[in-house]
């Protein structure tokens, strides 16, 4: 039977986290009653894929399955790719990255947003100021300032 992955998957890192990616990939499959089961695989270089993450639960070929992986590190880049087996033939993804998240700093009246982490700092966090009504967030060394996007804790 011939399964095959369509494209390489695509990551994200998810909102208001600072320790979960969201990897989406998509098999087909010649005989589309198989059932496939896709298996995240990652590592924080594209050399060292070897940490097994998150299955899916079974799917039919041809849809798109969402797999997310938490507990992972702050601010790092995260090198993936995905399994897809059919119980017959197991096939490979090309490798894909994505960074995590940094936490900002809780401020007075509200809380913080987990935002893209900046090249100024390799703190792994954001200073968050002034952000009573929306504010910036600061990076260190004077970088480019950023809305702050709050939200309520």
Same mark, same amino acid.
């Given at each position: 039977?011939?399964?095959?992955?369509?494209?390489?998957?695509?990551?994200?890192?998810?909102?208001?986290?600072? #320790?979960?990616?969201?990897?989406?990939?998509?098999?087909?499959?010649? #005989?589309?009653? !198989?059932?496939?089961?896709?298996?995240?695989?990652?590592?924080?270089?594209?050399?060292?894929?070897?940490?097994?993450?998150?299955?899916? #639960?079974?799917?039919?070929?041809?849809?798109?399955?969402?797999?997310?992986? %938490?507990?992972?590190? *702050?601010?790092?880049?995260?090198?993936?790719?995905?399994?897809?087996?059919?119980?017959?033939?197991?096939?490979?993804?090309?490798? /894909?990255?994505?960074?995590?998240?940094?936490?900002? !700093?809780?401020?007075?009246?509200?809380?913080? *947003? /987990?935002?893209?982490?900046? !090249?100024?700092?390799?703190?792994?966090?954001?200073?968050?100021?002034?952000? /009573?009504?929306?504010?910036?967030?600061?990076?260190? /060394?004077?970088? %480019?300032?950023?809305?702050?996007?709050?939200?309520?804790?």
């Amino acid at each position: 039977m011939l399964l095959y992955l369509v494209g390489t998957p695509s990551g994200v890192a998810k909102e208001n986290t600072n #320790d979960t990616i969201i990897v989406t990939a998509m098999a087909t499959d010649q #005989d589309t009653n !198989d059932t496939l089961i896709y298996t995240l695989w990652y590592g924080i270089s594209a050399d060292s894929i070897t940490t097994k993450g998150v299955s899916s #639960d079974t799917t039919r070929s041809g849809t798109s399955v969402t797999l997310t992986q %938490t507990g992972l590190n *702050n601010n790092t880049t995260y090198y993936f790719t995905v399994t897809v087996t059919d119980s017959k033939d197991t096939v490979s993804s090309n490798v /894909n990255s994505q960074k995590t998240l940094c936490r900002g !700093d809780a401020c007075s009246g509200g809380g913080y *947003n /987990n935002e893209p982490c900046t !090249d100024c700092s390799e703190t792994g966090k954001v200073t968050c100021s002034s952000c /009573n009504g929306g504010g910036t967030i600061v990076c260190p /060394n004077n970088c %480019t300032n950023r809305k702050c996007n709050m939200f309520k804790l």
